[in-house]
């Protein structure tokens, strides 16, 4: 295959635009965040751990971070990212995408973008997936307001000590995509009006509860958020 | 910041330390792991000083 290839750049901008003659993208269309775990600063985080837990980097292709629970059951470990630094509003389409694991599905995982809380389980505001335990299931979750202002959508099954990916996307307008290895899975509409996170600031939050009394192990290869600022 | 809370049954008296950059801001015993979640709650919003330790059971 050949490759398409433009030496004099490539503009997202106009050329009456101050980035008009930029020869790149403006990196300036999104706030975005990313982070492929080749490097980990524990102190980025607020981690809530239940029991003992100390989340580090691991070996393997692709930059990795184990997080290991201890080992009674309902013991966690929770991290996300500080400082909060995303909101979301109509006008302004956001996405996000993670690749990770767990080590069984005798688990609750969480991933996503929530409110910073002890309980990233059951916060009042994110846009982020959650698995069921025994199961696997992942449900994609929007929610202003855990009773009245949430809304679900399954999404896809987790398979034990298996990557995946999951991924959603808010058009800016009505409607949020949940993706599972990049195929959609399903939707919510009526967002806009009912689902978006109201709060002043979310994070970036991931994290794992073990179902029994084994320790368990989420591994993360990658976080990604973006929201257009245009 | 790590916020660690001690392993236990749900209603079990649970201990709770709260530490950022080496430095610990707030300690102290929960009644069961619902209060933990109330009390680092109000840490969070009013100030870790404002913290008062609840009674264990």
Known sequence: MSMTRFPNGLSTRKSID????????????Q??????????????WTITVVGTSTP???????????????????????????IASFSFETGKPAWFSA???VSTLATTAVMGVQVIDTTPLDVTDGIYFLTTTATGAVTGIVRKN???????????TLVADTYTELAWYWDGKDTIAFYQDRVQKGSITGVAANYLPDASALAQSFGIQTDSANARTMTVDYVMVAKSRR | MKITISSGKPKDARDVTVEDGGETLASF??????????????????GWDSLKPAKAK
């Open chain 1, 18 to 29: 101050p980035f008009g003659a930029y020869t790149h993208p403006d990196e300036t269309d």
């Open chain 2, 29 to 46: 015993k929960a009644k069961d792991l619902a209060d933990a979640h109330k009390l680092l709650k109000r840490g969070r919003e009013s």
């Open chain 1, 31 to 44: 706030h975005a965040y990313f982070n492929d775990f080749n490097t980990y600063v524990a102190g980025d």
């Open chain 1, 146 to 156: 855990a009773t009245t202002g949430s809304s679900s959508v399954a999404v896809g």
């Open chain 1, 56 to 82: 580090a980097l691991t070996a393997g292709d692709g930059g990795l971070l184990a997080i290991t629970t201890s080992a009674t059951s309902g013991d966690s470990a929770f991290l996300q990212k500080t």
């Open chain 1, 99 to 101: 690749r990770f694991k």
